[in-house]
């Protein structure tokens, strides 16, 4: 059984969770990830029992909202978007923007798992006063209620009872870590559109985060950051600076999205740099990793289903 994503994010780590585990140890106390998204590395982990805990942080805070019901209250949240998926039988394109309008005037996350499994392509975008804007997708209607239900009890299944939620600025978590920790960071790719990104609600400065990784440094953190990138020859972000004494692991994503839409065949790379400990740790050096097609993590659940709203462990 593959991994349960109940959340389809465009951007989302589930395709190379599996390699970026690879750079993690064996086993750890607890797994930190301030710009969790949808949690695909933690989803990742959790299967693999990994870590004993994990804290999913992310400043958006109607998705945080999300993937606590998710972990929390599984059959709740499905019976919800079951019901809301089956309104829209009759007008799709009517009935979205509707659950879009009621989206931003109360921020109810269980309508923002219809819109995020509406929306075209999974990819979430904000205007400039913060409001989801977003189209819906023409050609489809969304996870069927079955699938969705799956997925998130599955979800619940890997995280309930070991996990905690937060929407808090990435500083403040980090301030909070301990060197028993492995913290995972995939942050708004810097100077990916200028100005502003309309994929996130804020983004980060560079030379502060240059600044809290040396401090990061300082206090000994294992920690993994996913960065920068490109795409044939447009690169995204400024790389980290050498100074900061990381391992730089290159990731082959295969071609983006957008790529293949355009039926070009530029293939997308990105960045991993390890902090110092950590690839002491987990003996790495620079490497360039060729993803291979069949190369994927999956589940291992011999009832071959999930047990509803059952924690796997309780600590």
Known sequence: MKLPHPIQYQGSKRVLASIILRYFPSKF?????PFAGTAAISIACAAMNRANSYWINDLNRPLIELLGLIINHPNELSDFYEKLWSQQHDDPIEHYYRVRE????TGDPQLFLYLLARCVKGSVRYNVEGLFNQSPDKRRH??????????????SYLLKGNTITSSLDYKDVLLKINEDDVVYMDPPYQGV??????????????????LILAKLNARNIRYAVSYDGRTGNKTFGAGLPKDLFLTLIELEAGRSTQATLLKRDSITVESLYLSP??????????HFHRRHV???L?????RGHYA??????IY
Do not use: H, W
């Not at 200028?194 to 030379?207: A, K, L, T």
């Not at 400990?277 to 620079?286: D, F, G, K, M, N």
């Not at 999956?298 to 011999?302: F, G, I, N, P, S």
């Open 29 to 33: 106390s607890r797994l930190v990830e």
């Open 102 to 105: 009621d989206f931003n005037r």
């Open 142 to 155: 969304g996870t069927r209620p079955k699938t969705m239900r799956e997925n998130i009890l599955g979800f």
């Open 193 to 210: 559109c200028g100005d502003r990104d309309s994929r996130y609600f804020s983004r980060i400065v560079y030379d502060e985060f240059v």
């Open 277 to 286: 400990r950590l690839a002491v740790e987990v003996a790495a050096s620079p």
């Open 294 to 296: 069949n190369e994927q």
């Open 298 to 302: 999956v589940l291992l659940d011999t």
């Open 308 to 313: 509803a709203e059952a924690p796997r462990r």
